[in-house]
């Protein structure tokens, strides 16, 4: 066709709306480079142990200093809110289950400037869009810590039974406060059960047993236990009475309901210290 006829008017030169929907960045990727995610966030290493494995452990997120006051301000809320060991008197949100001798702090978006870095950390958010590769959201960020003797889960995966020819759905990243050991309650985990059909019942009857290749993540003080959360998954035991206080950052692709409703809960005063950019990662 001539170039010289109408038809031939190339719509990107004479339309820039038309231009702008097929080439512009797509909004998540824009407000994820505000926050700093860049192309070098993740190391090889670390994209190829998600997609292998399903998770990665991240340190170096946190200083001595703010791990301090996370550890302080945790405690705080627990006197607050009276986050109740076991169950009946919980705090806890309607948006997380009850755990007898857990403790649970919902909403902490809402509740202190420190915990600002559990879900607007770029490699955080690096994490969740290597997995989810469209528009997510937060869609909770809650404190869980088992005491002694308690803190045993069902493996499980944070979403239904998998189906491969479906993206990814859903990322938890695990702050750990204090640091994961094989008898503080780690977590344990089946590598590389992300890619598989279905769910932990196919292959576990009992899904509180051991899997034959679950592993107990070993995690240091401040470091990140972040997970494809497909990947089979539990918290084990708490049997030496150690603290391993957590904070779960935990995301969707952005066209699931949140667990919470961030965007309705959010206190004008939360609303008032975050940038465009950050209230887009809240927005359901
Ligand atoms: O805190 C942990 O170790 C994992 C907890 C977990 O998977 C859950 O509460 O669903």
């Given at each position: 066709m001539s170039p010289s006829t109408p038809t031939a008017i190339a719509p990107a030169a004479t339309h820039p709306s038309r231009a702008t929907a097929t080439t512009a960045t797509p909004d998540w990727r824009r407000h994820s480079a505000a926050l700093g995610v860049t192309a070098s966030s993740l190391s090889a290493a670390q994209r190829s142990s998600l997609d292998r494995d399903g998770y990665v452990i991240l340190e170096g997120l946190s200083d001595a200093t703010w791990l301090a006051r996370a550890r302080d301000r945790y405690e705080e809320l627990v006197r607050i809110e009276g986050a109740d060991l076991f169950s009946r008197h919980q705090h806890a949100g309607s948006e997380m289950h009850r755990e007898l001798g857990c403790r649970r702090l919902p909403d902490l978006v809402n509740k202190g400037e420190v915990w600002d870095q559990c879900w607007q950390e770029p490699r955080i958010l690096a994490v969740v869009a290597h997995v989810l590769e469209r528009a997510f959201h937060l869609s909770a960020l809650s404190g869980r810590d088992a005491q002694q003797g308690f803190g045993h889960q069902g493996l499980h995966a944070d979403w239904g039974p998998r189906v491969?020819?479906?993206?990814?759905?859903?990322?938890?990243?695990?702050?750990?406060?204090?640091?994961?050991?094989l008898t503080n309650g780690g977590p344990r985990l089946v590598p590389g059960s992300h890619r598989l059909a279905g769910h932990v019942g196919d292959e576990l009857a009992?899904?509180?047993?051991?899997?034959?290749?679950?592993?107990?993540?070993?995690?240091?003080?401040?470091?990140?236990?972040?997970?494809?959360?497909?990947t089979w998954h539990g918290g084990s035991a708490n049997r030496d009475g150690t603290p391993r206080r957590t904070i779960h950052a935990y995301f969707s692709g952005r066209e699931h309901l949140q667990q919470l409703?961030?965007?309705?809960?959010?206190?004008?005063?939360?609303?008032?210290?975050?940038?465009?950019?950050?209230?887009?990662?809240?927005?359901g």
């Open positions: 491969p020819s479906e993206p990814f759905h859903v990322v938890n990243c695990i702050w750990a406060l204090d640091g994961f050991t009992d899904p509180t047993a051991a899997h034959p290749r679950q592993i107990i993540a070993e995690v240091p003080p401040g470091a990140v236990l972040a997970m494809n959360s497909h409703n961030q965007a309705e809960y959010l206190r004008v005063r939360t609303a008032s210290r975050l940038s465009p950019a950050a209230r887009w990662i809240l927005d």
